[in-house]
């Protein structure tokens, strides 16, 4: 059993790198969707991060051919990665050696084909000519090839010879592609079978959607277990950790009272019973995740991709799990036992529940403690698989083919039912997700070649001459500072500008004077060893101390109204009295206008007043604190962090008189939360 639980706790920590590296939502910032595919090459780590996250990996083909036909994209790019992309397969010759592979794909990149079903085909034979006609994007010298083989009548006027000798081709190779497909058989692909029951039941019953039930119930526990100060009631027994939390509040009998979660508090009951013999909250629930995974079924070899998928489902919250876990300074009130093998846990537990109730749905359950096992293997069987085309849509799209490889109705005719197979396997093989890679791919050649291009030209250009450098600056790295350091560097020649990370090299955490808990100043990613705190000077320490009681007199009198309005006789006592109070300046500003504008200049001046301080940035004897971090800077560690700085931008010499860094502040407009 202990090599179970490893076995599973590894599995957990492989799943957890797929979940987004997030902070608090008072330095969020840009996410990398690709987070645990780092150790494959880009093109693969988007197609993999595409099917596990449920996105498309690369833009609509029809974008990029937009891009082809204004020239953004050329055909020398799609050429260049493609031949690339092949190697040493490009001359592999199909069709009987009449073309190769590197042929046909720069056809199908170049043109594309309309890949459809029997049903549709049929009703393009009914109501165009696209099988009567050749195509119009073909290229000359492949139409010429194609129409040596009709025979003109002579005796139809000239501007009608080409044209019934088009239709003759066009209609001679349809004929010859429906003789070349009917004989054959369709290709089977082996689908990418889907591992959860919630994917599963959704293909059985596209209206069996378990994660709708989940992901509510899920949402609230995980939100009242991660308060930070919010809630009136706070979550009793948080410090027992997410699961026997949530299995003290839900076990009882005013648990979850929905109808898919009537099982749900007897085995959160079971949670809690058992949890009193286990020697930590973790080893609880990695054993519960060993039970959940045997009741619903799951091949232990199918463990891996069912526990990361079922982890990523609701990846914004599991996510916030993560990084409270292994970044726990970053808790802006209090710091909690918060665990990811608890949220998958409890994910495991609901997920299972649900999905007993949806087999009950679909009439396949028989006694509710029935594993699920044979559920899964039979939805698995019944999963439809890739089936390929029916032999007219083999056909319509051989036909197409065809002509964009010059084949005409004499050449398809020969070939033998492997030749065939062996064609339609190649134009398979080339799909959507490998067309729209290349595709892409020439994209970026195109605007690497363009900025190589223009840097090639400007070399050439003499440089023009600058005096030394009167004024360097240091600016931020970001979009917000680049514009301004260009624009500098373009109007003033004696200005010369460097760009830096924000936090220019100083990793800390801060403390201002206003502020009840330290805050990091910098990248996510670096846990500071620092903290440096804004205290008052000596002249300003009465005030202080009397603005902050004053402030906590004013946050006891909002934090009781707050509480106060969401109960129902304080509520309307205070709704009462609340709307009266608010007439009074409403009334005054419409009665003395001037005056009331004055009196709110004044409070607005009294609130602007600040208390003179200093920051403790020179770190004492006493350096240390209780959180582990050194309280300021010795002055050996301040001239190595400017010396990094000065060293990483490569200013290290010809210094300027005047040297400024200069770095910006920040506003959120559209973040509802901060």
Do not use: K
């Not at 059985?204 to 992901?215: C, G, K, M, Y």
């Not at 100060?229 to 005013?254: H, K, N, Q, S, T």
């Not at 250009?461 to 009167?470: G, I, L, M, Y």
Request: net charge neutral.
């Amino acid at each position: 059993m202990n090599d179970l639980h490893a076995t599973l706790a590894r599995m957990v920590a492989d799943a957890a790198r797929f979940l987004p590296p997030q902070g608090p939502i008072d330095s969020f910032v840009a996410l990398n969707p690709l987070q645990g595919f780092e150790h494959v090459p880009f093109e693969q780590a988007v197609v993999e991060a595409g099917h596990l996250h449920g996105a498309q990996p690369f833009l609509p083909e029809a974008t990029y051919r937009e891009e082809l036909g204004r020239g953004r994209i050329r055909i020398a790019d799609i050429e260049a990665v493609l031949a690339a992309d092949l190697g040493s397969r490009a001359e592999t010759r199909l069709a009987g050696g009449r073309t190769t592979l590197a042929h046909l794909r720069r056809q199908l990149l170049l043109h594309g084909v309309r890949i459809e079903s029997d049903a549709s085909v049929r009703w393009t034979l009914t109501e165009s000519d696209a099988i009567e006609r050749l195509r119009d994007d073909l290229e000359p010298h492949l139409r010429a090839r194609l129409l040596e083989s009709a025979v003109a009548d002579d005796s139809a006027p000239a501007g009608r010879v080409i044209h019934a000798c088009d239709a003759h081709v066009a209609s001679d190779l349809w004929h010859a592609c429906v003789e070349a497909t009917v004989g054959t058989r369709p290709a089977v692909a082996s689908p990418r079978l889907p591992v959860r029951h919630r994917d599963l039941l959704l293909t059985a019953d596209p209206t069996l959607d378990t994660d709708a039930l989940v992901h509510p119930l899920l949402i609230r526990m995980v939100a009242a277990y991660l308060d930070q100060g919010v809630a009136a009631w706070p979550m009793p027994d948080r410090e027992l950790g997410l699961l026997a939390a949530v299995a003290g509040v839900y076990a009882g009998r005013l648990g979850p009272v929905e109808p898919w979660s009537r099982r749900l508090p007897a085995r959160l009951r079971e949670i809690r019973d058992a949890r009193a013999g286990a020697s930590s909250g973790e080893t609880a629930a990695v054993e519960v995740i060993a039970e959940e995974l045997l009741q619903l079924g799951v091949p232990e070899i199918a463990w891996p991709d069912y526990l990361t998928s079922s982890l990523v489902a609701l990846r914004g919250w599991a996510g916030m799990i993560r990084q409270l876990e292994i970044r726990p300074d970053r808790t802006p009130v209090r710091v909690l036992p918060v665990r990811v093998i608890d949220f998958l846990a409890l994910r495991l537990v609901l997920d299972r529940i649900a999905a007993e109730w949806g087999a009950e749905r679909l009439g396949r359950a028989r006694p509710a403690s029935t594993r699920l096992g044979d559920l899964w293997h039979e939805l698995r069987d019944r999963h439809p698989p890739l089936r390929g085309p029916g032999a007219l849509a083999r056909a319509f799209l051989l036909h197409q083919v065809s002509q964009l490889l010059g084949l005409a109705a004499a050449d398809v005719r020969s070939l033998s039912e492997a030749q065939v197979l062996e064609l339609e396997q190649a134009i398979a093989a080339f799909d959507s997700i490998p067309r729209r890679r290349l595709l892409h791919l020439a994209y970026e050649r195109r605007h690497r070649i363009e900025v190589l291009d223009a840097l090639a030209a400007h070399r050439r250009c003499p440089p023009t001459p600058r005096s030394a450098p009167r004024v360097q600056a240091v600016f931020c790295i970001d979009d917000r500072c680049e514009s301004f350091r260009r624009s500098v560097e373009e109007l003033a020649d004696h200005v010369e500008t460097y760009g830096a990370a924000g936090f220019f090299a100083v990793p800390m955490y801060f403390q201002g004077i206003d502020d009840w808990h330290t805050v990091p100043l910098c990248p996510i990613v670096i846990r500071p060893a620092h903290t440096v705190t804004e205290v008052p000077t000596l002249q300003a320490a009465a005030d202080h101390r009397l603005r902050q009681t004053v402030r906590r007199a004013i946050g006891r009198v909002r934090g009781g109204l707050s509480q106060g309005s969401q109960s129902l006789l304080r509520g309307g006592l205070l709704t009462a009295v609340g709307g009266a109070v608010a007439a009074i300046p409403l009334v005054a500003r419409v009665a003395f206008p001037r005056l009331t504008a004055r009196l709110a200049a004044r409070a607005a001046d009294l609130g602007r007043s600040r208390i003179t301080t200093r920051l403790e940035l020179d770190r004492r004897a006493d350096g240390g604190r209780g959180d582990g971090t050194h309280a300021g800077f010795d002055v050996a560690e301040q001239a190595a962090i400017v010396r990094r700085l000065l060293e990483d931008i490569g200013l290290t010499r010809n210094f300027a008189r005047l040297v400024t860094v200069i770095g910006h502040g920040s506003t959120s407009l559209n973040n509802p939360h901060y």
